[in-house]
């Protein structure tokens, strides 16, 4: 069973800075990517940033300048720097993650999806 569990978020001022972690678990064979997404209420769940399994990165507009998005391999951990951070940043932040995994009797890839942290930034 796979598991992405994330970490990190809370109640930041604005122009402040957070870092959210990512830890993926389970019977992960290759970890093709990994990113992060956020949802507004009364919004669509939106793109944030992604990290390929070369160390290629893409970002939002939005995000661009501000955050920072990175890996540890050995610890199938994915990092959001987050700077400058701005009331409208203000989301639920969920980790997501292409993963291949396998057991005894089949390998697949699909995606998978954390939780989500609050991320709330004010004054």
């Known amino acids: 069973q796979v598991q992405l569990v994330e970490s990190g978020g809370g109640l930041v001022q604005p122009g402040g800075s957070l870092r959210l972690s990512c830890a993926a678990s389970g019977s992960i064979f290759r970890v093709n990517a990994m990113g992060w997404y956020r949802q507004a209420p009364g919004k669509q769940r939106e793109f944030v940033a992604l990290i390929t399994d070369s160390g290629n990165t893409n970002y939002a507009d939005s995000a661009k300048g501000r955050f920072t998005i990175s890996r540890d391999n050995a610890k199938n951990t994915v990092y959001l720097q987050m700077n400058s951070l701005k009331p409208e940043d203000t989301a639920v932040y969920y980790c997501?993650?292409?993963?291949?995994?396998?057991?005894?009797?089949?390998?697949?890839?699909?995606?998978?999806w954390g939780q989500g942290t609050q991320v709330t930034v004010s004054s």
């Open positions: 997501h993650g292409d993963l291949s995994t396998i057991t005894h009797t089949t390998a697949s890839r699909r995606d998978y």
